[in-house]
């Protein structure tokens, strides 16, 4: 090359060179992650949704951004919670853990799509239109408790020796809360099974609630899927304890505890899904054409020690079909 060229190739170089390195690089689109528990309670889902996202082909960090917000139970600050989010550019929003605020969230963000990870049905709540075109922001992945109900009392009947009287635990501040009712009573009645609904809206009244049921001579107890009774899982647990109640709950995270046993749909698969939809939208799909999904995992868990300490002999088919069996 000729020092003439050369010079000439130096100097374009050193006008370009500071053009690229003071450059904007393109910001990374925000999912913002809303949650009513905690990070304490529910910290290990982040993990399942943040799969969910890669599988999308989406790695927070890399080509994604995840703002989290934790209500903490604190359910009256879900709606400010997700607006906050938006106002921080969240593009799309996850919002799990919120049955009591589902509908004001869904009221209140209207402007970006929205992946609800329910345990309630979306249609009958009318947040979507159906289940295959769900219509407008929002889709999800839900689980339908009224097809939880009748295993959950053939398992406690099973293990607690068929009580005459089954308590079930139900917040009531929660949107699903009239529905679960319903369902329970007609799973109960199909089965000629006697059950008393004991409401728990605040932590304050588990005590209260408890006293209810051991009143009533509960001979077992079901726990329903909701955001507030299972952040304080452990105190529940303790309570069943001390009043050496049998009791089946909706996820796993109670018979790691130290509940007696846990029957319900994988909240880790819930969760992985719902990333996975989020990377969907980030790809372009819309929401509208998404349709509801239901996980596709169902755990069946046994905590042994807490059924010695109860006093069970667990039926040897109960321990065969359970997927885990916690010694």
């Known amino acids: ?41 529910d910290g290990h889902l982040v993990e399942a949704f943040r799969q969910g996202l890669k599988d ?12 989290y917000r934790w209500a903490d139970g604190q359910f009256d600050r879900l709606l400010e919670l997700a607006t906050d989010l938006v106002r921080n550019e969240a593009v799309v929003l996850f919002a799990g853990a919120v049955d009591v605020k589902i509908k004001a969230i869904k009221g209140g963000i209207s402007n970006i799509p929205i992946v609800f990870a329910t345990g309630g049905d979306l249609v009958e709540l009318g947040v979507v239109a159906s289940v295959s075109r769900p219509g407008g922001n929002a889709t999800g992945v839900t689980v339908i408790a009224a097809e939880l109900w009748p295993k959950q009392l053939e398992l406690l009947r099973k293990m607690a020796g ?14 699903t809360a009239r529905a679960s009712v319903r369902d329970v009573e007609a799973a109960a009645r199909a089965i000629n099974q006697n059950v008393l609904i004991v409401n728990a809206g605040t932590e304050g009244d588990f005590d209260s609630a408890f006293k209810t049921l051991v009143q009533k001579r509960a001979g077992g107890l079901l726990v329903s899927v909701d955001a507030l009774l299972t952040n304080r899982r452990e105190k529940i647990v303790a309570l069943a304890a001390s009043h050496a109640l049998p009791a089946i709950y ?6 790691e505890a130290g509940g007696l046993m846990s029957y319900g749909a994988s909240t880790i698969d819930q969760y992985r899904q719902s990333g996975y939809y989020a990377g969907r939208i980030l790809k372009g799909d819309n929401p509208s054409g998404l349709p509801i999904l239901q996980p596709t995992k169902f755990e069946f868990v046994i905590n042994m ?3 010695k300490a109860l006093g069970l002999d667990v039926p040897l088919h109960l321990q065969q079909i359970a997927d885990d069996v916690i010694e």
Do not use: C, H
Not at 6 to 28: D, R, T, V, Y
Not at 56 to 67: L, M
């Open 1 to 41: 090359m000729r020092r003439r060229d050369f010079i000439k190739a130096i100097a374009g170089s050193a006008i370009i060179w500071p053009l690229a390195a003071g450059a904007q690089q393109p910001a990374m689109p925000v999912v913002g992650f809303l949650s009513g528990r905690s990070l304490k309670s």
């Open 56 to 67: 999308a082909g989406y790695i927070d960090g890399q080509n994604v951004a995840i703002e």
């Open 162 to 175: 068929s009580p005459n009287l089954i308590a079930v635990l139900v917040n009531p501040n929660n949107v």
């Open 250 to 255: 909706g996820r796993r995270e109670f018979a």
């Open 305 to 307: 020690k807490t059924a």
